[in-house]
Every structure is written in C-alpha cells, then in structure tokens.
C-alpha cells in the first residue's frame, strides 16, 4: 500500500539535499543539548529522592525556593545577550574580537544580577534561614550563569557536544557530592556549597575547551559595543524576564501564602516537570540558528519542513509520555520521593501537561525569534504575564497548591494560542500524525483502566509496552527513521 503524505513526513524522516544536512545539523544539535540533560535528569531524580527523604519537607521547599528564586534572575543576567550572541557570532569571520567583547560584558552583567538576588532576598521578608540560603544559593547562580556564556560560544559554532561534556561532568559531581554531605550528616547549606563547586566545575571545563579548540580567550571591553548589543538584546531580556515570572510567580506566591510543608509539596511534583522541560528548551535552542539563516535567505518552505519534523517528532515522543505519567502520578511520586509527599501526585497530573505545551511554545519562539518577530514574542509574554500574576493569586488563595498548578497550566495555554496567532507558520504538526498519537494515548489509558486491579509495576510495564508497540504498528515510529538517526549522530 502506498504511503500517504503524512506518512512520508513523519517525524525525522530524511529529506534529500540541504533540507537533509539541516534537519541532521538540527537533530544532532538537539541531541546533544537534550541528551546529556535528560540522562543527568534521570540519574539525579535517585539523587533527589534521597535528598527529599533526607532533608524532610520544608528544608526541601527552601532548596527548591533557592532555585526558582535565582531562576527570576536568569534573564538579568542573559540581558537576551545569548540569542543575540549566538544570532552574530555565526556569522561572522572574526569570532575571537566578538566573543572578547561579548563575554567580558556578559560577564559583569552575571555580576550585577548576583548583586540583586543577594540584595533583594535581603529585604523580601523570608525568614533567617530562608533567606541565607538564598543568599548562599547565589553563588550556584554565579556560576551556572558564566558557564551558559560558553555554553552560547558552542551553540554559535554548532558543535554542542563540548557543552554535553561539561555540563554531565558538572552535573555528576554535583549528584555524588550531595549524596554524600546528606549521607555524613551535613545539612541544607553543605548541599547548597557541592552545588556551586559543581557548576564551577563545568564551567572551567567549558573555558579549557573554548580556550584549546575554538579561540584563545581574552577580555575586552568597550562600551559602545555593550551600548549596541544591550539595545539589541533588550526584546529578547523583556521576553525572557516575563517568561520567567510566568514560570516562578506560582511557587512565589505560594510561598508567601502557605506552609513550608505545602511548598516542599507543590514544588516536589513540578519539579518532574521542570526536569523534563530540558526536552523543549534544548530543541528550541537548536532550531534557532538553522530557522535563523533559512528565515533570512527566504527559504520559508525548508523552514516549514523542518519545523513540522520537529513538531511532530516531539508530540510522538511526549504525548504519550505525558499520558503515562498522569495514569501513575501517586505511584512516580510516592516511588521517589517517599510517602510524606503522596499530597504532590495531584499537582503532578495537572502540571505535567505543561510539558507537553512547553514543547509547542518552544517550537513557535524559535520561529519567531528566527523571522525577527521579537515584538510579536514580547506583546504575548506581556499578556500572558498579567494574567498569570491575576491568576495565581485568585486561584492560590482559593485553591492552594492545586490552584497554583492550574494556575500555570493556564498561562501555559494562553502563551501558546498567542504563539501560534503571531506564528507565520500555523500548521505545525501533520493531522496523520496527531490523530494517531492521541489515538495512542487514549488506548494507554483504556488499558490502565482495564488492568487497575493489577499490580501497579505489571500494570506500569504493559502500558509502557503498548505505548512502545504501538507506535510502531502505527508507523508513528519507523525503523529506517531509528537508522537515520543512528547514522546522523555517528557523524557527530
């Protein structure tokens, strides 16, 4: 039977000539941005497991707090300097002066925006040990936020895999050494300083690797060059700096408006998915240089093919994903983080859908970042915010932790019909491929339903078994896609 036209461009399907040599750039790029984070992910989760059982509720609510709080100031610290950085030094021939400017100016900026964590958690009415730990947490910030300016340095030459490296050398280190304060009975703030080593770590990695194989580094400043790139990165800073209250202004105001034990809750199930939120981050960061020079050679089509790949690949490989975890919420979280926080499988079920939305905004900000649509991004992040600041604290005061998550998941949605309106591409995924998926999901859960009685680990793997075969026997998944891929990444 002949193949139809959804079927021949199912996700990651190989397309002949300069379409084929993106989408591989782009897939290898991804995978190299997403791999390494989602295998620190699963390996951390032990980590983190340990550490909630170990550090009890609340502690684990103030380390969580500490993340999401220096989060707040990512885009401080970014400036939107690193799309801007990767965006121009692709293009150009005499990289070592560029990235000689750019670091040394990202570099004071990372500076001033540790000033204003430790300065504001002084005055944001934690109590004593809520806000040390902020403040000691700003030296993980430090850190994480210099190693992204090289992390940058990688993405412009496309060659990924070096940040890969640093970060899983940065990542395990700071997994085992966790571990072991926690286990010799050190506290909250040992684990906090393991952290920072660890991020310091991966980011002297990161400077021997640019120093030895890409250019010998050195700092310059000249501040009409910081003048020029600052304006320029200014719509990508109020983009980001908004997208970062939309995702914190939910723990925020939790944790001004409930209890210790409550945050460590809430925070415990959407951290899941926030570790799974890698996926969307990694693959828009590759996809914005490939949409980037195919937008401005005005080769829309190609763009739109890959765009689609993609979109579909993400909505086979997540949907699914996302269907499983609602159906075991209570077993996942009670299985990681132990019985005291059964209470977070319900915020687990409503949060994780997140994901799956993260992955189309995800898509949609690189094609709008790649066509030169920044305001477009900023008038969608500006509405988006508003409503998630309203609505946070109504369904917070109303709800608690439950109200929180649909709270995000709420601004999650907007964000992404303000995307998709603005889009110049709308027709994301092929409608083949989306029946089928959610055809794939609805079996997944009729089966659950059907096995209940079950024991929840048989149950577990014969639903994770039909997800897997199902796949096949719809074509979702190929093996000459699987042969493709194995064959792009033996490139790497």
Not at 19 to 32: C, G, K, T
Not at 179 to 208: D, E, K, N, P, T
Request: charged residues 10%.
């Amino acid at each position: 039977m002949p193949a139809s036209a959804d079927q021949r461009e199912l996700p990651l399907h190989p397309h002949p000539g300069g379409q084929s040599s993106d989408i591989r750039r782009v897939a290898r790029n991804s995978f190299f941005l997403t791999a390494q984070p989602l295998f620190m992910n699963v390996v951390s989760m032990f980590a983190v497991a340990y550490i909630a059982r170990t550090l009890g509720v609340a502690d684990f609510g103030i380390f969580n707090l500490v993340t999401t709080y220096a989060m707040l100031f990512n885009p401080v610290a970014q400036a939107g300097l690193n799309r801007v950085m990767v965006r121009d030094l692709a293009s150009l021939s005499d990289k070592a002066e560029y990235a000689a400017r750019m670091i040394a100016l990202r570099a004071v900026i990372t500076g001033v925006a540790a000033f204003g964590m430790v300065l504001t958690a002084a005055v944001a009415g934690y109590d004593g040990r809520t806000t040390l730990a902020i403040i000691a947490g700003s030296s993980i910030f430090v850190g994480q936020m210099l190693a992204e300016i090289f992390a940058d340095v990688f993405l412009a030459f496309e060659r990924t895999r070096f940040t890969a490296i640093a970060q899983l050398v940065a990542g395990l280190t700071l997994t085992v050494l966790s571990i072991a304060v926690l286990y010799i009975g050190l506290g909250l703030f040992a684990m906090i300083a393991v952290y920072a080593f660890g991020q310091f770590l991966g980011l002297g990695l990161a400077v021997y690797f640019i120093h030895t194989k890409f250019l010998r580094l050195r700092w310059h400043a000249d501040w009409r060059f910081a003048a020029k790139s600052l304006a320029e990165g200014l719509p990508f800073f109020a983009s980001t700096m908004m997208w970062s209250i939309t995702s914190r202004i939910d723990t925020l105001v939790l944790s001004k408006s409930s209890s210790p034990a409550e945050l460590g809750l809430y925070t415990s199930g959407m951290l899941l998915v926030a570790r799974m939120g890698i996926l969307p981050q990694g693959i828009s960061a590759a996809l914005l240089p490939t949409l980037s020079r195919l937008f401005s050679g005005g080769e829309t089509r190609e763009a739109s093919t890959i765009i689609r790949s993609v979109s579909d690949t993400l909505v086979v490989l997540v949907l699914p994903a996302v269907v499983f975890v609602v159906i075991y919420s209570g077993t996942i979280t009670s299985v990681l983080f132990g019985s005291h926080y059964v209470g977070a499988a319900a915020v687990l079920t409503v949060g994780i859908w997140i994901l799956l939305l993260k992955c189309i905004i995800a898509v949609q900000f690189s094609v709008l970042a790649g066509c030169k649509r920044e305001k477009d991004v900023m008038k969608s992040y500006a509405v988006t915010t508003g409503y998630s600041i309203l609505a946070s604290w109504l369904l917070i005061r109303s709800y608690g932790m439950i109200g929180a998550a649909f709270a995000s998941l709420s601004t999650q949605i907007l964000l992404t019909v303000l995307f998709l309106w603005y889009s110049p591409i709308r027709r994301m995924i092929h409608l083949g491929v989306a029946l089928k998926t959610v055809g794939l999901g609805g079996a997944m859960l009729a089966t659950a339903y059907a096995v209940s009685g079950w024991n929840t680990w048989c149950s577990m793997g014969l639903v994770a078994s039909l997800a897997a075969g199902g796949a096949f026997a719809s074509g979702l998944v190929r093996l000459e896609q699987l042969t493709w891929l194995r064959r792009t990444f033996r490139r790497a």
